[in-house]
């Protein structure tokens, strides 16, 4: 227990990290504020007490008098800036958005914690820096991104050193990948592959594999993230950390995984493969600096996870997948037309 009632802030809280983490913070004892817009996170995923207690501000990060008021009034010790929209295959097509949500929001933080001296800004970036690289992507291996959001989440990778250098806020990043459990938006047409598979497979539409679904990725608990997440607030300043699953799958896999699980509660969905997207083939990360430093363990069995995830979105009430506004429509791929 923390006696000390830390005051922690969470940007997108109402997410699947921010879900999960501040339930893990207020279960220590800490003193949490969120944030979230509920753009990609729902109210009812938020645990309660943030509530009760007044603790949670429906504000857009882009609102700077919103925000300033935030810090005045909690003067947070630590900030978990988590907000974003990570929709790696669909940034090129909004990309103005993609660099005002994931980026100029990040600076309102930044500059944020930087005035009202802030101890330490943690931020999750993502795998999405690494790009063309060749995986298993280290660390120290020079970022490429190969996508508006993975060029959003470098720059404010590059920003949050500079902030440091010049005004001496301490961070640390995060590149977590794939990570998946309850509170997932399931309902987002263009994010989160397993959690659209559910919903297709709850709806009695074919799971779509965009593809042959040779492609790789490895996917983890969320559970496994959160000790790892709460060591970064002590130490660990200007480091960088992969945090994921080390075992890769193929997309064919899981999606196969998926109809499995979908016909023992009822719901026989059909595999098709539709045209690819433009993506990285292969993608996963070397996770030893995180294990070594960070005591990292990730033992997801993405059987149980999935399983536990259809069983929660069996319960959830139907929400609206919405069209986002695309500002390019050239080249635009015939699913999401
Ligand atoms: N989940 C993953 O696999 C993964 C992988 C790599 C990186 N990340 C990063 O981790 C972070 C959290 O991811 P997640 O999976 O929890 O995403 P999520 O979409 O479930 O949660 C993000 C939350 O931020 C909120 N939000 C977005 N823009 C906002 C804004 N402008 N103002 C206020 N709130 C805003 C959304 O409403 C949502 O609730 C993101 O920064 C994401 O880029 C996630």
Same mark, same amino acid.
């Given at each position: 227990?923390?006696?000390?009632?830390?005051?922690?802030?969470?940007?997108?809280?109402?997410?699947?990290?921010?879900?999960?983490?501040?339930?893990?913070?207020?279960?220590?004892?800490?003193?949490?504020?969120?944030?979230?817009?509920?753009?990609?996170?729902?109210?009812?995923?938020?645990?309660?007490?943030?509530?009760?207690?007044?603790?949670?501000?429906?504000?857009?990060?882009?609102?700077?008098?919103?925000?300033?008021?935030?810090?005045?009034?909690?003067?947070?010790?630590?900030?978990?800036?988590?907000?974003?929209?990570?929709?790696?295959?669909?940034?090129?097509?909004?990309?103005?958005?993609?660099?005002?949500?994931?980026?100029?929001?990040?600076?309102?933080?930044?500059?944020?914690?930087?005035?009202?001296?802030?101890?330490?800004?943690?931020?999750?970036?993502?795998?999405?820096?690494?790009?063309?690289?060749?995986?298993?992507?280290?660390?120290?291996?020079?970022?490429?991104?190969?996508?508006?959001?993975?060029?959003?989440?470098?720059?404010?990778?590059?920003?949050?050193?500079?902030?440091?250098?010049?005004?001496?806020?301490?961070?640390? &990043?995060?590149?977590?990948?794939?990570? #998946? +459990? /309850?509170?997932?938006?399931?309902?987002?047409?263009?994010?989160? !592959?397993? =959690?659209?598979?559910?919903?297709?497979?709850?709806?009695?539409?074919?799971?779509?594999?965009?593809?042959?679904?040779?492609?790789?990725?490895?996917?983890?608990?969320?559970?496994?993230?959160?000790?790892?997440?709460?060591?970064?607030?002590?130490?660990?300043?200007?480091?960088?950390?992969?945090?994921?699953?080390?075992?890769?799958?193929?997309?064919?896999? &899981?999606?196969?995984?998926?109809?499995? #699980? +979908? /016909?023992?509660?009822?719901?026989?969905?059909?595999?098709?493969? !539709?045209? =690819?997207?433009?993506?990285?083939?292969?993608?996963?990360?070397?996770?030893?600096?995180?294990?070594?430093?960070?005591?990292?363990?990730?033992?997801?069995?993405?059987?149980?996870?999935?399983?536990?995830?259809?069983?929660?979105?069996?319960?959830?009430?139907?929400?609206?997948?919405?069209?986002?506004?695309?500002?390019?429509?050239?080249?635009?791929?015939?699913?999401?037309?």
């Amino acid at each position: 227990m923390n006696d000390q009632k830390t005051k922690i802030l969470i940007t997108g809280v109402a997410g699947l990290l921010g879900a999960h983490f501040s339930r893990h913070l207020l279960d220590k004892g800490y003193d949490v504020v969120g944030i979230d817009n509920l753009s990609g996170g729902y109210a009812d995923y938020m645990d309660k007490r943030l509530i009760v207690e007044e603790n949670f501000y429906d504000i857009d990060l882009a609102d700077k008098n919103a925000l300033e008021k935030i810090f005045s009034e909690h003067k947070p010790e630590y900030v978990y800036h988590f907000a974003a929209y990570a929709a790696e295959g669909l940034s090129p097509f909004i990309r103005n958005f993609n660099y005002t949500n994931n980026l100029i929001c990040s600076v309102n933080v930044i500059n944020a914690c930087i005035t009202h001296g802030t101890k330490k800004i943690i931020f999750t970036s993502s795998m999405a820096v690494y790009g063309h690289g060749t995986p298993p992507f280290k660390e120290n291996q020079t970022p490429s991104p190969a996508d508006p959001y993975g060029i959003a989440k470098y720059a404010v990778e590059m920003d949050l050193k500079q902030a440091y250098e010049q005004f001496g806020l301490n961070y640390s &990043i995060v590149r977590p990948h794939n990570v #998946i +459990g /309850i509170y997932q938006n399931i309902w987002d047409k263009y994010r989160n !592959v397993i =959690g659209i598979w559910i919903r297709n497979a709850l709806a009695g539409d074919p799971i779509l594999v965009y593809g042959d679904g040779t492609q790789k990725r490895a996917f983890s608990d969320i559970a496994f993230y959160l000790e790892a997440f709460e060591k970064l607030m002590e130490g660990f300043d200007e480091e960088i950390f992969n945090l994921g699953a080390d075992r890769e799958y193929d997309l064919n896999t &899981i999606a196969a995984l998926v109809q499995k #699980i +979908g /016909i023992e509660h009822g719901h026989n969905a059909e595999i098709k493969h !539709v045209e =690819g997207r433009m993506e990285v083939k292969d993608a996963y990360c070397d996770h030893g600096k995180a294990k070594k430093l960070l005591d990292f363990k990730d033992n997801t069995d993405i059987e149980s996870t999935i399983r536990e995830m259809f069983a929660w979105a069996q319960q959830q009430p139907k929400r609206e997948s919405k069209q986002m506004e695309y500002e390019v429509e050239k080249n635009m791929y015939s699913f999401w037309k």
